[in-house]
């Protein structure tokens, strides 16, 4: 099938099929590439309006019980300064996120679980007595239980990346962790209730086009309502140091396809996409991005989270700017889920 005829199927609101979406995936030629940038455009427009959803990220711990062959933050990289930060500090950060005029706050951490099913009750209670912020965690996979008790004391979404939905590379990039397992956590969240963000990284070792187009489909048939995709970076002290980048163009293309197939599911303006792209926020925003999530780690940890290196820095101010020059606008609701 042409080009032209996937993106008048997209423009007229049908699910493409698998074959489709690798075609998009394939597009090499600039030209056609503009074509497909300019549908993932006005579909966002069309699917979410101008709204651009701002989350404040607050990343409380670098430590991790995982060693996962691609992050920075996996436990034997003794290289790196490990942080925790207080309870008090960690609700300190919310107050300021909901003083800054943000809707949510996403609580990020390795998988620590220092931070215990009661520690974190307490954190998600308090947060939610003293602002109006929803809560999206960002925890890794925790048990049932905890996931349970999360949710009954006010965290709204959970994000938890299926990576890839490739089994042999999963099984290479995760070496201590289960497919079905991490997949079965996915399916428990939404049972739950909770809103549930997913997605990947783009050029992994041994990844195809094919496997992308098998992630956004894997995005599509669970009915997750978030996707974040970004590309691999290396990071020089795990067993993946050696490994080429992704490529920057790739993945706004993925984030563009992602749009066409997806539809009204949120896809934020990844920092790893950021990292590797010149003007990489404002390309995200003009292609299907429609979050974004500035970070609002203290300073003096921020550099310590360093799940690859070069960290792009997204602050506030530029990204309003950025929102605002773009025709579009700050979301001035939580910014839910539609699907
Ligand atoms: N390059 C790109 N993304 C990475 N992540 C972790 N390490 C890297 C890396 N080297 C992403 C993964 C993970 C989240 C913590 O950050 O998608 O879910
Ligand atoms: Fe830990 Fe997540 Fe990094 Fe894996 S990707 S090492 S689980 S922080």
Redesign the pocket.
């Known amino acids: 099938m042409t080009l032209a005829k996937v993106l008048a199927r997209a423009r007229a609101g049908m699910d493409l099929e698998r074959e489709e979406i690798i075609t998009l995936l394939e597009t090499a030629d600039p030209e056609e590439r503009s074509q497909i940038y300019e549908t993932a455009e006005a579909l966002t427009l069309y699917y979410l309006g101008p709204e651009v959803h701002l989350r404040g990220l607050v990343e409380f711990s670098n430590y991790c019980t995982r060693n ?1 062959n ?4 996996r436990a034997d990289n003794h290289r790196l300064n490990r942080y925790r930060m207080t309870s008090e500090e960690i609700v300190a950060v919310a107050e300021q996120i909901e003083l800054m005029g943000l809707k949510t706050i996403v609580l ?1 951490s ?1 998988e620590d679980y220092w931070y215990t099913l009661e520690m974190m009750t307490r954190i998600i209670q308090e947060i939610k007595q003293k602002t109006n912020l929803a809560i999206t965690l ?1 925890l890794g996979e925790r048990e049932f239980t905890e996931l349970k008790a999360w949710k009954e004391a006010g965290a709204d979404r959970y ?3 299926h ?1 890839t939905v490739n089994p042999d590379i999963f099984a290479e990039i995760k070496p201590d962790s289960s497919y079905e397992h991490r997949l079965g956590i996915l399916d428990q969240l939404s049972q739950l209730g909770y809103q549930v963000g997913s ?3 783009i050029a992994l070792p041994g990844q195809s086009l094919t496997d992308l187009a098998d992630d956004l489909l894997f995005i599509r048939t669970n009915k997750i309502g978030m996707a ?1 995709f ?6 020089g002290d ?1 067993p ?1 140091r050696g490994y080429p ?2 490529s920057g163009e790739l993945s706004l293309l993925m984030l563009a396809v992602a749009r066409i197939v997806l539809r009204q599911v949120h896809l934020p303006a ?1 920092t ?1 996409l950021e990292t590797l792209l010149q003007d990489g926020r404002r390309r995200a925003l003009e292609v299907g991005a429609n979050v974004i999530m500035p970070n609002f780690t203290p300073l003096e940890y921020r550099k310590l989270y360093e ?2 290196p070069n960290k792009a820095q997204t602050s506030l101010d530029e990204v309003r700017e950025v929102i605002l020059s773009l025709g579009r606008i700050v979301g001035t609701d939580s910014g839910d889920v539609l699907i």
Do not use: D, N, V
Not at 230 to 235: A, L, R, V
């Open positions: 996962c691609y992050c920075g933050l990020q390795g960002s994000l938890l990346k990576e997605g990947g990284m974040g970004g590309p691999f970076i290396p990071h795990t993946y980048s992704g990844t790893a799940i690859y």
